[in-house]
């Protein structure tokens, strides 16, 4: 089943170069997850030709307006087109009364519900807890209320090989079989989920960390992600600029790779400064070598081997 982050926008402060404002769609099991929603973010989700009414969860890391003045026109957009479906929205405070106040002038009132979580971004806590996943908020550290988020699947069962499970096994002792559990049948014979079963996919993560200083705190939660997204919104000789606005340079984010022994790195949030953001890239793989520029259109896969 599919594991995508597709890039919607990656600029920071102004839109630029071609560069929209940060927003991300991530796809795990056919179900979307928008990440941010930036001015401009349902231009590119139809340009991509993605789905409106297949969002059902958006998450919003802050109230800088690059990370989602593009929001109440896209709930604008569902509404006329019909949209039914509850939608799930997460963000800081301040935000639901954001959104209030302009569909009140605009004597806006839309179809659909909106079921809002109001995050504390100074805490690391499950906010989304579904059948097959979870996510949980990030603490970042940035000029306002910030935080990132961490998808994570849960367990994976094993799979039963057709080919050897002898016919008289019941339903229940098939669920047992797939949960790792050794059954004895009903001829009393000892069945080890390992010789009657195939291993489990590995579950998949992924840490989305938008505006964030340089964070040795956030260390240990996003340790062995799959894929982490960190902002690198300067080069390294522009770290006393970021430190003074609490931003990230690539080598920050590139040593925060490293130390944390992600397996992929993709950098974003470019500063309007940089028409050429290949640098970014070349200096990140400097100190992490598997680093990517996260730029708009491209689609980044987690594969889901056996473990």
């Known amino acids: 089943m599919p594991f995508e982050i597709k890039i919607l926008g990656s600029s920071s402060a102004t839109p630029v170069f071609n560069r929209h404002h940060s927003s991300q769609l991530l796809t795990i099991?056919?179900?979307l997850?928008?990440?941010?929603?930036?001015?401009?973010?349902?231009?590119?989700?139809?340009?991509?030709?993605?789905r409106f009414t297949k969002i059902n969860y958006i998450f919003i890391s802050h109230l800088h307006g690059d990370h989602y003045l593009g929001l109440v026109g896209l709930l604008s957009t569902m509404h006329l087109n019909g949209r039914t479906k509850d939608l799930y929205l997460f963000g800081p405070p301040g935000l639901d009364e954001i959104?209030?106040?302009?569909?009140?002038?605009s004597e806006t009132f839309l179809n659909f519900k909106i079921i809002f979580t109001e995050l504390d971004t100074t805490t690391q806590k499950v906010i989304l807890d579904l059948e097959n996943l979870t996510v949980e908020t990030i603490p970042l550290i940035h000029r306002i209320n910030c935080c990132g988020f961490l998808f994570k699947e849960k367990p994976k069962k094993r799979k039963i090989d057709k080919t050897k499970i002898p016919d008289h096994v019941t339903p229940l002792q098939i669920i047992a079989l797939k949960e790792g559990e050794d059954v004895i049948d009903k001829e009393g014979n000892l069945l080890k989920s390992e010789q009657y079963t195939f291993p489990a996919r590995k579950s998949r993560s992924y840490a989305y960390c938008s505006d964030t200083a340089y964070n040795p705190g956030m260390f240990g939660q996003i340790k062995g992600v799959d894929m982490l997204y960190h902002e690198a919104t300067f080069l390294h000789d522009m770290e006393s600029r970021a430190k003074e606005t609490y931003h990230s340079t690539t080598l920050q984010a590139a040593w925060t790779a490293k130390e944390t022994k992600v397996k992929t790195l993709l950098l974003g949030h470019f500063s309007a400064r940089y028409k050429d953001i290949e640098p970014h890239l070349a200096e990140a793989r400097t100190i992490f070598q598997n680093s990517f520029l996260a730029e708009e259109g491209l689609v980044f896969t987690i594969d889901d081997e056996p473990l």
């Open 29 to 31: 099991n056919n179900q």
């Open 33 to 50: 997850f928008l990440i941010d929603c930036g001015e401009g973010t349902q231009l590119q989700l139809i340009k991509y030709k993605i």
């Open 99 to 105: 959104i209030t106040i302009q569909l009140k002038h």
